[in-house]
Protein backbone atom coordinates (compact mmCIF):
# COMPACT_ATOMS: atom_id res chain seq x y z
CA UNK A 1 0.00 0.00 0.00
CA UNK A 2 1.45 3.50 -0.65
CA UNK A 3 2.53 5.57 2.35
CA UNK A 4 -0.22 8.42 1.51
CA UNK A 5 -3.05 5.49 1.58
CA UNK A 6 -2.11 4.07 4.99
CA UNK A 7 -3.58 5.05 8.04
CA UNK A 8 -1.51 7.24 10.30
CA UNK A 9 -0.29 6.16 13.76
CA UNK A 10 0.96 8.44 16.15
CA UNK A 11 2.87 6.63 19.29
CA UNK A 12 3.66 9.22 21.93
CA UNK A 13 6.52 8.24 23.86
CA UNK A 14 10.25 6.41 22.19
CA UNK A 15 10.72 4.22 24.84
CA UNK A 16 10.59 0.45 25.66
CA UNK A 17 7.42 -0.06 24.49
CA UNK A 18 6.80 2.46 21.88
CA UNK A 19 9.77 1.65 20.21
CA UNK A 20 8.55 -2.30 20.08
CA UNK A 21 4.56 -0.84 18.97
CA UNK A 22 5.93 1.00 16.70
CA UNK A 23 8.34 -1.42 14.51
CA UNK A 24 5.32 -3.81 14.52
CA UNK A 25 2.68 -1.62 13.58
CA UNK A 26 4.75 -0.46 10.50
CA UNK A 27 3.85 -3.41 8.75
CA UNK A 28 1.12 -2.16 8.14
CA UNK A 29 0.91 1.70 8.89
CA UNK A 30 2.17 5.02 8.75
CA UNK A 31 3.86 5.51 11.73
CA UNK A 32 5.45 8.81 13.83
CA UNK A 33 6.89 8.78 17.27
CA UNK A 34 6.75 11.85 19.20
CA UNK A 35 9.31 11.71 21.67
CA UNK A 36 9.81 14.63 24.16
CA UNK A 37 13.54 13.62 24.48
CA UNK A 38 16.21 14.69 22.34
CA UNK A 39 16.82 10.73 21.58
CA UNK A 40 14.45 7.78 22.06
CA UNK A 41 15.20 5.34 24.52
CA UNK A 42 17.23 7.01 26.84
CA UNK A 43 15.59 5.31 30.09
CA UNK A 44 17.05 1.91 28.65
CA UNK A 45 20.44 3.18 29.11
CA UNK A 46 20.07 3.39 32.91
CA UNK A 47 18.34 0.11 33.32
CA UNK A 48 20.15 -2.89 35.08
CA UNK A 49 22.59 -0.33 36.16
CA UNK A 50 23.46 0.15 32.45
CA UNK A 51 23.68 -3.65 31.55
CA UNK A 52 19.84 -3.46 30.89
CA UNK A 53 17.91 -6.67 32.56
CA UNK A 54 15.28 -6.68 29.52
CA UNK A 55 13.52 -9.89 30.21
CA UNK A 56 12.97 -13.18 32.78
CA UNK A 57 12.50 -16.31 32.20
CA UNK A 58 9.62 -16.02 35.21
CA UNK A 59 7.18 -13.63 33.41
CA UNK A 60 4.27 -14.61 35.39
CA UNK A 61 1.55 -12.86 37.40
CA UNK A 62 2.92 -13.61 40.94
CA UNK A 63 5.53 -11.10 40.03
CA UNK A 64 3.86 -8.41 39.26
CA UNK A 65 1.04 -5.85 40.85
CA UNK A 66 -2.25 -4.67 39.08
CA UNK A 67 -5.91 -4.25 39.75
CA UNK A 68 -6.95 -6.69 36.98
CA UNK A 69 -5.02 -10.29 37.24
CA UNK A 70 -7.42 -12.05 34.71
CA UNK A 71 -6.03 -9.54 32.08
CA UNK A 72 -2.88 -9.26 33.27
CA UNK A 73 -1.97 -13.16 32.66
CA UNK A 74 -3.62 -13.17 28.99
CA UNK A 75 -1.36 -10.25 28.08
CA UNK A 76 1.29 -12.33 29.85
CA UNK A 77 0.81 -14.97 27.78
CA UNK A 78 3.65 -17.70 26.90
CA UNK A 79 2.51 -17.39 23.12
CA UNK A 80 3.57 -13.55 24.31
CA UNK A 81 6.57 -14.06 25.54
CA UNK A 82 7.78 -16.28 23.67
CA UNK A 83 7.47 -13.59 20.12
CA UNK A 84 9.03 -11.33 22.20
CA UNK A 85 11.86 -13.20 22.90
CA UNK A 86 11.96 -14.14 18.97
CA UNK A 87 11.88 -10.45 18.07
CA UNK A 88 15.02 -9.53 20.08
CA UNK A 89 16.35 -12.34 18.42
CA UNK A 90 15.24 -11.40 15.17
CA UNK A 91 16.52 -7.60 15.93
CA UNK A 92 19.99 -8.77 16.65
CA UNK A 93 20.30 -9.66 20.75
CA UNK A 94 21.63 -12.35 21.90
CA UNK A 95 20.76 -12.92 25.47
CA UNK A 96 22.89 -13.68 28.38
CA UNK A 97 20.67 -15.47 30.97
CA UNK A 98 21.85 -15.73 34.51
CA UNK A 99 19.27 -16.85 36.99
CA UNK A 100 16.38 -16.05 34.96
CA UNK A 101 17.44 -12.61 34.18
CA UNK A 102 17.95 -11.63 30.34
CA UNK A 103 20.74 -9.05 29.56
CA UNK A 104 22.28 -8.78 26.35
CA UNK A 105 25.67 -10.50 26.19
CA UNK A 106 27.59 -7.74 25.85
CA UNK A 107 26.21 -6.51 29.08
CA UNK A 108 25.31 -3.46 27.84
CA UNK A 109 22.21 -1.62 27.57
CA UNK A 110 23.29 0.63 24.29
CA UNK A 111 23.24 -2.94 22.49
CA UNK A 112 19.29 -2.96 22.83
CA UNK A 113 18.98 0.81 22.13
CA UNK A 114 20.87 0.33 19.67
CA UNK A 115 19.16 -2.74 17.56
CA UNK A 116 16.02 -1.20 18.40
CA UNK A 117 16.22 2.28 16.73
CA UNK A 118 18.14 0.51 13.69
CA UNK A 119 15.06 -0.98 13.01
CA UNK A 120 12.99 2.21 13.26
CA UNK A 121 15.46 3.32 10.98
CA UNK A 122 15.31 0.34 8.73
CA UNK A 123 11.73 0.81 8.83
CA UNK A 124 11.40 4.42 8.13
CA UNK A 125 8.97 4.97 10.90
CA UNK A 126 9.37 9.52 11.44
CA UNK A 127 10.50 9.72 14.90
CA UNK A 128 10.34 13.83 16.06
CA UNK A 129 12.28 14.32 18.94
CA UNK A 130 11.93 17.16 21.53
CA UNK A 131 8.37 17.02 21.40
CA UNK A 132 6.45 17.04 24.10
CA UNK A 133 2.64 16.38 23.69
CA UNK A 134 0.45 18.26 26.28
CA UNK A 135 -3.39 16.74 24.42
CA UNK A 136 -4.88 14.37 22.80
CA UNK A 137 -8.78 15.02 21.25
CA UNK A 138 -10.70 12.86 19.35
CA UNK A 139 -12.79 14.65 16.90
CA UNK A 140 -14.81 11.99 15.33
CA UNK A 141 -12.37 9.28 14.34
CA UNK A 142 -9.64 11.36 14.07
CA UNK A 143 -7.09 12.08 16.93
CA UNK A 144 -5.56 15.66 17.07
CA UNK A 145 -2.59 15.34 19.36
CA UNK A 146 -1.01 18.82 20.41
CA UNK A 147 2.15 19.80 21.83
CA UNK A 148 2.98 23.52 22.74
CA UNK A 149 3.25 25.09 19.01
CA UNK A 150 2.61 21.73 16.77
CA UNK A 151 -0.74 20.10 16.03
CA UNK A 152 -0.90 16.10 14.37
CA UNK A 153 -3.30 14.11 13.08
CA UNK A 154 -3.91 10.21 13.51
CA UNK A 155 -6.45 7.45 12.79
CA UNK A 156 -5.09 5.83 15.71
CA UNK A 157 -2.66 6.83 19.08
CA UNK A 158 -0.57 4.52 21.16
CA UNK A 159 -0.05 6.48 24.74
CA UNK A 160 3.24 4.95 25.62
CA UNK A 161 5.02 8.00 28.12
CA UNK A 162 6.11 5.59 30.65
CA UNK A 163 6.16 6.93 34.16
CA UNK A 164 8.40 9.88 35.65
CA UNK A 165 9.80 7.01 37.46
CA UNK A 166 14.02 7.49 37.98
CA UNK A 167 14.00 11.35 36.21
CA UNK A 168 14.50 14.64 37.95
CA UNK A 169 12.67 17.75 36.37
CA UNK A 170 10.12 15.79 34.28
CA UNK A 171 6.31 16.40 34.65
CA UNK A 172 3.66 13.63 34.44
CA UNK A 173 2.13 14.65 31.34
CA UNK A 174 1.75 11.29 30.37
CA UNK A 175 -0.74 11.02 33.48
CA UNK A 176 -2.48 13.93 32.79
CA UNK A 177 -3.38 13.54 29.33
CA UNK A 178 -4.78 9.39 30.31
CA UNK A 179 -6.89 10.87 33.03
CA UNK A 180 -8.98 13.07 30.61
CA UNK A 181 -10.06 9.56 29.59
CA UNK A 182 -9.85 6.90 31.88
CA UNK A 183 -9.64 5.98 35.43
CA UNK A 184 -6.35 6.50 36.53
CA UNK A 185 -5.28 4.83 40.01
CA UNK A 186 -2.62 7.69 42.04
CA UNK A 187 0.73 7.03 40.78
CA UNK A 188 3.32 6.58 43.63
CA UNK A 189 7.19 5.52 44.05
CA UNK A 190 7.42 1.65 43.73
CA UNK A 191 11.11 -0.30 43.64
CA UNK A 192 12.33 2.29 45.66
CA UNK A 193 13.83 2.66 49.69
CA UNK A 194 11.88 2.63 52.57
CA UNK A 195 12.22 4.80 54.75
CA UNK A 196 11.74 4.19 58.72
CA UNK A 197 11.26 5.86 62.20
CA UNK A 198 14.19 4.65 63.28
CA UNK A 199 16.82 2.82 61.75
CA UNK A 200 19.49 0.45 62.23
CA UNK A 201 22.11 2.38 63.78
CA UNK A 202 25.94 3.18 63.06
CA UNK A 203 25.53 0.08 60.26
CA UNK A 204 24.68 2.75 57.11
CA UNK A 205 25.54 0.94 54.11
CA UNK A 206 26.08 -2.38 55.30
CA UNK A 207 24.87 -5.20 52.88
CA UNK A 208 23.34 -8.72 53.95
CA UNK A 209 21.30 -11.40 52.82
CA UNK A 210 17.92 -11.32 54.94
CA UNK A 211 14.69 -12.47 54.83
CA UNK A 212 11.75 -9.41 55.26
CA UNK A 213 8.17 -9.89 56.63
CA UNK A 214 5.81 -7.01 55.00
CA UNK A 215 3.21 -6.79 57.78
CA UNK A 216 0.03 -4.19 56.94
CA UNK A 217 -1.87 -3.14 60.41
CA UNK A 218 -0.41 -6.15 62.07
CA UNK A 219 -1.15 -8.60 59.08
CA UNK A 220 2.04 -10.30 56.96
CA UNK A 221 1.47 -9.51 53.81
CA UNK A 222 4.51 -10.99 52.35
CA UNK A 223 8.32 -12.16 52.83
CA UNK A 224 11.20 -11.95 50.26
CA UNK A 225 13.87 -12.94 50.74
CA UNK A 226 17.80 -11.63 49.25
CA UNK A 227 19.83 -8.85 50.25
CA UNK A 228 18.92 -5.73 51.77
CA UNK A 229 21.38 -3.12 52.56
CA UNK A 230 20.45 -1.02 56.11
CA UNK A 231 20.90 2.62 55.69
CA UNK A 232 21.10 6.16 57.77
CA UNK A 233 16.67 6.76 56.36
CA UNK A 234 15.86 3.02 56.66
CA UNK A 235 16.21 0.35 54.34
CA UNK A 236 17.19 -0.55 50.48
CA UNK A 237 18.65 -3.63 48.40
CA UNK A 238 16.25 -5.80 45.78
CA UNK A 239 14.17 -7.53 48.54
CA UNK A 240 13.24 -4.14 49.94
CA UNK A 241 12.60 -2.49 46.64
CA UNK A 242 10.41 -5.85 45.85
CA UNK A 243 8.44 -4.80 48.75
CA UNK A 244 7.85 -1.10 48.40
CA UNK A 245 5.39 -1.21 45.91
CA UNK A 246 2.73 -2.55 48.50
CA UNK A 247 4.13 -0.04 50.82
CA UNK A 248 3.58 2.75 48.46
CA UNK A 249 -0.24 1.81 48.30
CA UNK A 250 -0.43 1.00 51.73
CA UNK A 251 1.30 4.00 53.31
CA UNK A 252 -1.31 5.59 55.60
CA UNK A 253 -1.93 2.48 57.32
CA UNK A 254 0.20 0.86 60.45
CA UNK A 255 3.47 -0.73 57.99
CA UNK A 256 5.89 -2.83 59.58
CA UNK A 257 8.78 -4.79 58.55
CA UNK A 258 10.40 -7.62 60.37
CA UNK A 259 13.76 -8.48 59.56
CA UNK A 260 15.61 -12.00 60.02
CA UNK A 261 19.38 -11.78 59.88
CA UNK A 262 19.57 -15.03 60.62
CA UNK A 263 19.79 -18.10 58.40
CA UNK A 264 18.85 -20.78 60.80
CA UNK A 265 15.52 -22.17 62.30
CA UNK A 266 14.72 -19.60 65.14
CA UNK A 267 13.88 -22.72 67.40
CA UNK A 268 17.12 -23.99 67.08
CA UNK A 269 19.53 -20.89 68.31
CA UNK A 270 19.26 -20.72 71.53
CA UNK A 271 20.58 -24.25 72.00
CA UNK A 272 23.00 -23.74 68.93
CA UNK A 273 24.48 -20.74 71.06
CA UNK A 274 24.85 -22.62 74.32
CA UNK A 275 27.11 -25.21 72.25
CA UNK A 276 28.61 -23.24 70.03
CA UNK A 277 29.79 -20.88 73.33
CA UNK A 278 31.09 -23.68 75.46
CA UNK A 279 33.32 -24.85 72.29
CA UNK A 280 34.54 -21.12 71.71
CA UNK A 281 34.45 -20.50 75.41
CA UNK A 282 36.67 -16.94 75.86
CA UNK A 283 35.03 -15.97 72.65
CA UNK A 284 32.38 -12.69 73.09
CA UNK A 285 29.16 -12.67 71.72
CA UNK A 286 29.90 -10.50 68.71
CA UNK A 287 32.90 -12.96 68.09
CA UNK A 288 30.55 -15.77 68.12
CA UNK A 289 28.10 -14.60 65.63
CA UNK A 290 30.54 -12.47 63.66
CA UNK A 291 31.07 -15.53 61.28
CA UNK A 292 27.17 -15.82 60.54
CA UNK A 293 26.00 -11.65 60.27
CA UNK A 294 28.05 -8.30 60.06
CA UNK A 295 29.38 -6.89 63.47
CA UNK A 296 28.13 -3.82 62.64
CA UNK A 297 24.60 -5.56 63.16
CA UNK A 298 25.44 -7.38 66.55
CA UNK A 299 26.38 -4.27 67.69
CA UNK A 300 23.82 -2.13 67.11
CA UNK A 301 21.02 -4.79 68.31
CA UNK A 302 22.95 -5.77 71.36
CA UNK A 303 22.71 -1.99 72.00
CA UNK A 304 19.09 -1.55 71.10
CA UNK A 305 18.21 -4.35 73.65
CA UNK A 306 20.48 -2.37 76.27
CA UNK A 307 22.42 -5.76 76.75
CA UNK A 308 25.82 -4.82 78.22
CA UNK A 309 27.31 -8.44 78.87
CA UNK A 310 29.95 -9.18 76.51
CA UNK A 311 29.29 -13.27 77.39
CA UNK A 312 26.57 -15.21 76.39
CA UNK A 313 27.12 -17.50 79.66
CA UNK A 314 26.87 -14.05 81.51
CA UNK A 315 23.72 -13.22 80.02
CA UNK A 316 20.04 -13.95 81.27
CA UNK A 317 17.11 -15.66 79.74
CA UNK A 318 15.10 -12.72 79.22
CA UNK A 319 18.32 -10.92 77.76
CA UNK A 320 18.57 -14.58 75.30
CA UNK A 321 15.41 -14.45 74.32
CA UNK A 322 15.42 -10.38 73.17
CA UNK A 323 18.74 -10.92 71.33
CA UNK A 324 17.26 -13.98 69.42
CA UNK A 325 13.88 -11.39 68.39
CA UNK A 326 16.22 -8.98 67.21
CA UNK A 327 17.62 -11.50 65.13
CA UNK A 328 15.07 -13.41 63.84
CA UNK A 329 12.51 -10.06 63.68
CA UNK A 330 14.34 -6.64 63.83
CA UNK A 331 11.29 -4.45 63.81
CA UNK A 332 11.46 -1.12 61.41
CA UNK A 333 8.07 1.36 61.50
CA UNK A 334 8.09 1.93 57.92
CA UNK A 335 6.90 5.80 57.62
CA UNK A 336 7.59 6.29 53.43
CA UNK A 337 9.35 5.66 50.53
CA UNK A 338 12.16 7.90 48.90
CA UNK A 339 10.44 9.93 45.76
CA UNK A 340 10.34 9.06 42.56
CA UNK A 341 13.96 10.43 41.56
CA UNK A 342 14.85 7.47 43.28
CA UNK A 343 12.43 5.03 42.36
CA UNK A 344 12.71 2.61 39.30
CA UNK A 345 9.09 2.21 38.62
CA UNK A 346 5.87 3.96 39.49
CA UNK A 347 2.77 1.64 40.90
CA UNK A 348 -0.76 3.32 40.05
CA UNK A 349 -1.61 4.70 36.49
CA UNK A 350 -4.56 3.33 33.97
CA UNK A 351 -6.65 0.62 35.37
CA UNK A 352 -6.37 -2.39 33.07
CA UNK A 353 -10.09 -2.93 33.61
CA UNK A 354 -10.16 0.19 30.45
CA UNK A 355 -8.03 -2.13 28.23
CA UNK A 356 -8.58 -5.18 25.84
CA UNK A 357 -5.70 -7.22 26.93
CA UNK A 358 -5.89 -8.61 23.30
CA UNK A 359 -4.59 -5.38 21.42
CA UNK A 360 -4.07 -3.10 24.16
CA UNK A 361 -7.08 -1.28 22.97
CA UNK A 362 -8.31 0.96 25.62
CA UNK A 363 -12.35 1.75 26.04
CA UNK A 364 -11.51 4.98 23.72
CA UNK A 365 -11.60 2.97 20.13
CA UNK A 366 -8.37 3.26 18.58
CA UNK A 367 -6.76 4.77 21.67
CA UNK A 368 -3.81 2.14 23.12
CA UNK A 369 -2.18 2.40 25.78
CA UNK A 370 1.65 0.47 26.54
CA UNK A 371 3.85 -0.13 29.54
CA UNK A 372 4.45 1.70 32.61
CA UNK A 373 1.80 3.87 32.03
CA UNK A 374 -0.59 0.84 32.63
CA UNK A 375 -1.31 0.15 36.41
CA UNK A 376 1.04 -2.88 36.07
CA UNK A 377 4.47 -3.12 38.14
CA UNK A 378 6.53 -5.54 38.31
CA UNK A 379 9.08 -6.72 40.40
CA UNK A 380 13.46 -6.20 40.02
CA UNK A 381 14.50 -8.58 37.48
CA UNK A 382 13.17 -7.43 33.99
CA UNK A 383 9.63 -8.11 35.07
CA UNK A 384 8.69 -4.54 33.82
CA UNK A 385 10.60 -4.05 30.56
CA UNK A 386 9.43 -7.58 30.13
CA UNK A 387 5.73 -6.17 30.36
CA UNK A 388 6.73 -3.07 28.08
CA UNK A 389 7.80 -5.19 25.61
CA UNK A 390 4.95 -7.56 25.48
CA UNK A 391 2.90 -4.96 25.20
CA UNK A 392 4.22 -3.14 22.54
CA UNK A 393 3.86 -6.26 20.94
CA UNK A 394 0.17 -6.61 21.26
CA UNK A 395 -0.48 -3.67 20.09
CA UNK A 396 0.99 -3.77 16.44
CA UNK A 397 -1.29 -7.29 15.76
CA UNK A 398 -4.14 -4.56 15.83
CA UNK A 399 -6.01 -4.38 12.14
CA UNK A 400 -7.74 -1.75 10.41
C1 LIG B 1 17.11 3.39 37.11
C2 LIG B 1 16.15 2.42 36.46
C3 LIG B 1 16.56 1.11 36.23
C4 LIG B 1 15.67 0.19 35.68
N1 LIG B 1 16.10 -1.07 35.43
C5 LIG B 1 15.24 -1.98 34.89
C6 LIG B 1 15.69 -3.28 34.55
O1 LIG B 1 16.89 -3.62 34.66
N2 LIG B 1 14.77 -4.17 34.08
C7 LIG B 1 13.46 -3.82 33.89
O2 LIG B 1 12.67 -4.66 33.49
N3 LIG B 1 13.03 -2.57 34.14
C8 LIG B 1 13.89 -1.64 34.62
N4 LIG B 1 13.45 -0.35 34.84
C9 LIG B 1 12.05 0.00 34.48
C10 LIG B 1 11.89 0.17 32.96
O3 LIG B 1 12.89 1.03 32.48
C11 LIG B 1 10.52 0.74 32.63
O4 LIG B 1 9.52 -0.03 33.27
C12 LIG B 1 10.27 0.74 31.12
O5 LIG B 1 11.22 1.54 30.47
C13 LIG B 1 8.86 1.26 30.82
O6 LIG B 1 8.70 1.33 29.44
P1 LIG B 1 7.65 2.37 28.82
O7 LIG B 1 7.68 2.20 27.37
O8 LIG B 1 6.37 2.26 29.50
O9 LIG B 1 8.23 3.79 29.24
P2 LIG B 1 9.65 4.45 28.94
O10 LIG B 1 10.63 3.42 28.52
O11 LIG B 1 9.95 5.29 30.12
O12 LIG B 1 9.36 5.38 27.69
C14 LIG B 1 8.47 6.46 27.77
C15 LIG B 1 8.92 7.49 26.75
O13 LIG B 1 7.91 8.48 26.60
C16 LIG B 1 8.52 9.76 26.54
N5 LIG B 1 7.49 10.74 26.96
C17 LIG B 1 6.94 10.87 28.19
N6 LIG B 1 5.98 11.83 28.18
C18 LIG B 1 5.94 12.30 26.90
C19 LIG B 1 5.15 13.30 26.26
N7 LIG B 1 4.21 14.00 26.91
N8 LIG B 1 5.38 13.55 24.95
C20 LIG B 1 6.32 12.83 24.26
N9 LIG B 1 7.09 11.89 24.82
C21 LIG B 1 6.89 11.61 26.12
C22 LIG B 1 9.68 9.64 27.50
O14 LIG B 1 10.65 10.64 27.27
C23 LIG B 1 10.17 8.22 27.21
O15 LIG B 1 11.13 8.19 26.18
C24 LIG B 1 14.34 0.59 35.36
C25 LIG B 1 13.96 1.92 35.56
C26 LIG B 1 14.85 2.83 36.09
C27 LIG B 1 14.41 4.26 36.29
Not at 108 to 131: D, G, P, W, Y
Request: hydrophobic fraction near 40%.
Amino acid sequence: MCGDCMKKVIVIGGGASGLVAAINLSKKFDVTILERNSECAKKILMTGNGKCNYFNWDINIKNYYTDDYNKLETILSDKNQQRVLKFFDDIGVIPRIKNGYYYPYSNQATTIRTLLLKQIENRNIKVINNIEVESIEKVGDIFIVESHNLSFKANKVVLATGSIAGLKNVNEIGINIASNFFKVISPQPALVQLKSKETIKNCNGVRCDAILSLYIDNKLITEESGEIQITDYGISGICTLNISSIVSRSLGKNIQVKINFMNMLESNFLSWMDKRCKKLSNYNIVEVLESLINYKIIYSILKKAKIKKDYWLNMNQNEKELLKNLLFAYPLEIIGTNDFTRSQVMTGGVSLKDINPLTMESKIPNLYITGELLNVDGKCGGFNLGFAWITGMIVGDCND
